[in-house]
């Protein structure tokens, strides 16, 4: 392995963890995907610390929960001054660089308060989330809803496909036989290829502008953590073809849910599942066109990948970079009566995460499963210490997973695993009758029961361990009041452990140890507090004058 330590950092949009064959799919096979599993390690319990794409999003960015870095939904802006993995990664030297999707929305009035110009180099710099732009896309571009167009679009017109919104009419929509246009918004259509041949399509652009800066950082010579963020297989659920059609409604399994979740349910889960999306999901006719437009989306992200892993192959990059695999959450795709991602069942909640270590020192580790219990949170300071650096612990929330690379047998002494999910902008809020303060719901999870706290309304309780589907509701059973007390014993631990003091390292208060062990270090400032005359205090100064020396010896 070179001295250059880059990293790929690939993360999809709303792909379940179940959704790959090397996590035990048997109808839709990922080679490539799988491929990378056998050459690095596989995490099967892997959660986000949201099941909404910005929050997640920017957990995964700052290494820090939801609570800690305000973030809450996705159109609440990431604060000016939170730290993030383009601040942490500044330190050991490596340019951290996106290639599609954040959700990160910027502070701007944060930024005009402090005097920070958008246009400035700082400016756009805390615009993009610590980010270095090559080529952002979030990926939802509705015709007439954005200000600004995503470079994707201009492509698109470059390459004859003209329209007001290329994205919409072409790469998110279907022909019909008469000509008309049939929108890829709507779910009738999930079985139509797209408009735009696949080679021109959202997924293959990304794919080639990874390419594309690759080759240009070879001119640049700095090593880099490169954010490739596809935008699939999130909605609009339509794939060009030949993908649109290589599943059908025989591929699609049976969804998870029963009759019994919706009596006595409880009423935040109850809510969601009158949504418009949650309704339509649960009707199978729905799920059969929908499911293998999904799977089709997935298959080509892998048929993507190996053209890309093939190119790191020829540059010879695969030898010094790390390669992540990952997803911001899941999809309920009818499961548990549900649409979209929230709530905090397995289906949103865990994630796949593939981790491939190129150092020799990983190769004891190659090809195996860890079921340690890790978060999004901790790939901050894994990025932060494989690439050379000491990780701020003052700041991160999350741990490296480096020990785990290395060694499958290493201590790992996390016990729970947590979410988060603000429902104050969901139409549940109203229905429920709860202010915009009252809407937070958390999960705990100890890899057996799963707990979700939701602010004033009973707990919501899971024993995966008896019931893996989690299908049945243990919140209010007077049997396992036992448990509901230890993990919100848990929660309640996790409320106190949040890393607030991020300007001030745990490192200097370490530096100030052996003259507080000894002595006073208010006198190194000149203040004295409580001393009788001047023979104590300069007493203490010559304690404190022979402690520092013998600290630099």
Same mark, same amino acid.
């Given at each position: 392995?070179?001295?250059?330590?880059?990293?790929?950092?690939?993360?999809?949009?709303?792909?379940?963890?179940?959704?790959?064959?090397?996590?035990?799919?048997?109808?839709?096979?990922?080679?490539?995907?799988?491929?990378?599993?056998?050459?690095?390690?596989?995490?099967?319990?892997?959660?986000?610390?949201?099941?909404?794409?910005?929050?997640?999003?920017?957990?995964?960015?700052?290494?820090?929960?939801?609570?800690?870095?305000?973030?809450?939904?996705?159109?609440?802006?990431?604060?000016?001054?939170?730290?993030?993995?383009?601040?942490?990664?500044?330190?050991?030297?490596?340019?951290?660089?996106?290639?599609?999707?954040?959700?990160?929305?910027?502070?701007?009035?944060?930024?005009?308060?402090?005097?920070?110009?958008?246009?400035?180099?700082?400016?756009?710099?805390?615009?993009?989330?610590?980010?270095?732009?090559?080529? $952002?896309?979030?990926?939802?571009?509705?015709?007439?809803?954005?200000?600004?167009?995503? #470079?994707?679009?201009?492509?698109?017109?470059?390459?004859?496909?003209?329209?007001?919104?290329?994205?919409?009419?072409?790469?998110?929509?279907?022909?019909?036989?008469?000509?008309?246009?049939?929108?890829?918004?709507?779910?009738?259509?999930?079985?139509?290829?797209?408009?735009?041949?696949?080679?021109?399509?959202?997924?293959?652009?990304?794919?080639?502008?990874?390419?594309?800066?690759?080759?240009?950082?070879?001119?640049?010579?700095?090593?880099?953590?490169?954010?490739?963020?596809?935008?699939?297989?999130?909605?609009?659920?339509?794939?060009?073809?030949?993908?649109?059609?290589?599943?059908?409604?025989?591929?699609?399994?049976?969804?998870?849910?029963?009759?019994?979740?919706?009596?006595?349910?409880?009423?935040?889960?109850?809510?969601?599942?009158?949504?418009?999306?949650?309704?339509?999901?649960?009707?199978?006719?729905?799920?059969?066109?929908?499911?293998?437009?999904?799977?089709?989306?997935?298959?080509?992200?892998?048929?993507?990948?190996?053209?890309?892993? #093939?190119?790191?192959?020829?540059?010879?990059?695969?030898?010094?970079?790390?390669?992540?695999?990952?997803?911001?959450?899941?999809?309920?795709?009818?499961?548990?009566?549900?649409?979209?991602?929230?709530?905090?069942?397995?289906?949103?909640?865990?994630?796949?995460?593939?981790?491939?270590?190129?150092?020799?020192?990983?190769?004891?580790?190659?090809?195996?499963?860890?079921?340690?219990?890790?978060?999004?949170?901790?790939?901050?300071?894994?990025?932060?210490?494989?690439?050379?650096?000491?990780?701020?612990?003052?700041?991160?929330?999350?741990?490296?997973?480096?020990?785990?690379?290395?060694?499958?047998?290493?201590?790992?002494? $996390?016990?729970?695993?947590?979410?988060?999910?603000?429902?104050?902008?969901?139409?549940?809020?109203?229905?429920?009758?709860?202010?915009?303060?009252?809407?937070?719901?958390?999960?705990?999870?100890?890899?057996?029961?799963?707990?979700?706290?939701?602010?004033?309304?009973?707990?919501?309780?899971?024993?995966?361990?008896?019931?893996?589907?989690?299908?049945?509701?243990?919140?209010?059973?007077?049997?396992?009041?036992?448990?509901?007390?230890?993990?919100?014993?848990?929660?309640?631990?996790?409320?106190?452990?949040?890393?607030?003091?991020?300007?001030?390292?745990?490192?200097?208060?370490?530096?100030?140890?052996?003259?507080?062990?000894?002595?006073?270090?208010?006198?190194?400032?000149?203040?004295?507090?409580?001393?009788?005359?001047?023979?104590?205090?300069?007493?203490?100064?010559?304690?404190?004058?022979?402690?520092?020396?013998?600290?630099?010896?």
């Amino acid at each position: 392995m070179t001295t250059q330590r880059n990293i790929l950092w690939i993360m999809c949009d709303q792909l379940r963890f179940d959704y790959l064959s090397c996590y035990g799919h048997d109808r839709l096979h990922t080679p490539s995907i799988d491929r990378l599993a056998a050459r690095g390690v596989r995490f099967n319990n892997a959660y986000v610390q949201a099941t909404v794409c910005g929050p997640s999003r920017m957990s995964a960015y700052t290494g820090r929960y939801m609570r800690s870095h305000g973030s809450t939904q996705n159109a609440v802006p990431l604060r000016v001054g939170e730290p993030t993995l383009g601040d942490h990664l500044a330190e050991t030297g490596t340019r951290c660089v996106l290639i599609g999707k954040t959700h990160m929305r910027p502070d701007l009035e944060g930024m005009k308060r402090l005097g920070i110009d958008p246009a400035s180099e700082i400016g756009a710099r805390v615009a993009e989330g610590g980010f270095e732009a090559f080529d $952002r896309d979030d990926g939802v571009h509705p015709t007439g809803y954005r200000k600004k167009e995503p #470079a994707y679009n201009a492509y698109l017109r470059h390459a004859g496909f003209q329209a007001e919104n290329p994205w919409e009419f072409w790469a998110n929509s279907a022909e019909g036989a008469d000509g008309t246009n049939q929108s890829g918004w709507l779910l009738t259509h999930a079985d139509k290829p797209a408009r735009v041949p696949e080679e021109h399509s959202e997924t293959a652009y990304m794919t080639n502008r990874a390419m594309a800066f690759m080759e240009a950082a070879e001119a640049d010579g700095r090593p880099w953590c490169a954010h490739l963020s596809y935008i699939k297989p999130h909605w609009p659920y339509i794939v060009p073809a030949p993908y649109h059609d290589m599943y059908g409604p025989e591929d699609v399994k049976p969804a998870v849910r029963s009759e019994a979740e919706l009596e006595n349910a409880h009423p935040l889960f109850k809510a969601i599942t009158e949504e418009v999306y949650s309704r339509n999901f649960s009707r199978d006719e729905v799920r059969e066109k929908v499911i293998p437009a999904y799977m089709g989306l997935i298959k080509q992200i892998d048929d993507q990948l190996g053209q890309l892993f #093939a190119f790191m192959d020829e540059r010879g990059l695969t030898d010094n970079t790390m390669i992540v695999f990952t997803s911001d959450h899941g999809d309920y795709l009818g499961d548990h009566w549900m649409g979209e991602k929230y709530m905090f069942y397995q289906q949103a909640a865990k994630v796949p995460l593939i981790v491939v270590d190129p150092s020799s020192e990983a190769d004891a580790t190659r090809g195996t499963v860890s079921d340690a219990l890790v978060e999004m949170i901790d790939l901050a300071p894994t990025f932060v210490e494989y690439t050379g650096g000491t990780p701020a612990m003052h700041i991160l929330e999350g741990r490296s997973l480096m020990p785990l690379l290395r060694d499958s047998t290493a201590d790992w002494t $996390r016990t729970h695993v947590f979410s988060e999910l603000d429902y104050s902008n969901l139409p549940a809020r109203l229905k429920l009758g709860r202010d915009v303060q009252e809407c937070c719901a958390t999960m705990v999870f100890d890899g057996r029961f799963k707990m979700i706290e939701v602010q004033g309304m009973r707990p919501i309780l899971f024993d995966l361990g008896t019931d893996p589907d989690e299908l049945t509701d243990l919140g209010d059973d007077p049997a396992q009041e036992d448990v509901r007390m230890r993990l919100q014993s848990a929660l309640d631990q996790w409320h106190r452990d949040t890393r607030q003091r991020i300007t001030k390292s745990d490192a200097a208060y370490r530096a100030m140890d052996p003259v507080l062990r000894e002595s006073d270090p208010d006198l190194l400032a000149g203040v004295i507090i409580g001393y009788w005359d001047e023979e104590e205090v300069e007493a203490e100064r010559r304690k404190i004058a022979r402690i520092l020396s013998q600290g630099n010896d």
